[in-house]
């Protein structure tokens, strides 16, 4: 049935060989994008049967591991790091929000330092906070309304061991649309727009 196979193509979209395989046709070793590769991918995903919110669910991977595979091959320079799947907390809320990368701007191990940003991949054409899931509009909310305070960023181990310095860890969030950005792919043009339901 169309159920089973929705399932069944999800499965296989999902396979990390063909993520992998995706990335590499979107990816060029010197972090070039691929809008036309992109472009195809986008078109095949959305001509199957699987239901909407599969196909979206699968191309916003796509589309994150797509720009993190960019940030490896040098497409960000100045930035010390880049890391997957942030967690940052919100005071007073039990609920974690993961957000698709946390951009570390600066390390200064001997203050105990880091200055970062975040960025979300998103594929639909709305405006940015509708694209957000609960707690990620919660945090965009608190970056663009200057509360950083309410926000603690969970550091990963191997971020912690650089802080060598004396003193307590301090995290700077950037702030506003310094702080957080929602990253979308240009949309197909309008003649290779497929039909969806």
């Known amino acids: 049935d169309g159920e089973a196979s929705g399932a069944l193509m999800s499965t296989y979209f999902r396979d990390p060989v063909i993520?992998?395989?995706v990335v590499r046709?979107?990816?060029?070793?010197?972090?070039?994008?691929n809008g036309a590769?992109?472009?195809?991918i986008q078109n095949a995903i959305r001509a199957t049967d699987m239901p909407v919110g599969i196909k979206n669910n699968i191309l916003g991977e796509y589309w994150e591991q797509v720009n993190l595979q960019m940030f490896r091959n040098g497409a960000r320079p100045d930035l010390e790091d880049v890391v997957p799947q942030m967690k940052v907390a919100i005071s007073g809320q039990v609920k974690t929000a993961r957000l698709d990368a946390g951009l570390i701007h600066r390390i200064d191990p001997i203050n105990n330092r880091?200055?970062?940003?975040?960025e979300e991949y998103k594929v639909g054409q709305q405006e940015?906070?509708?694209?957000l899931r609960h707690a990620q509009r919660e945090v965009y909310d608190r970056i663009m309304n200057g509360r950083l305070d309410e926000l603690h960023v969970v550091?990963?181990?191997?971020?912690?061991?650089?802080?060598?310095g004396p003193g307590p860890i301090q995290i700077v969030i950037r702030p506003g649309q310094q702080g957080i950005r929602v990253v979308k792919p240009a949309p197909v043009p309008a003649s290779d727009e497929p039909n969806t339901p």
Request: hydrophobic share 50%.
């Open 155 to 164: 550091l990963p181990d191997h971020i912690l061991r650089r802080l060598t």
């Open 128 to 131: 940015d906070r509708a694209l």
């Open 37 to 40: 590769a992109w472009n195809a």
């Open 25 to 33: 046709n979107v990816v060029g070793k010197n972090a070039d994008y």
């Open 114 to 118: 880091v200055e970062i940003s975040f």
């Open 19 to 21: 993520v992998a395989g």
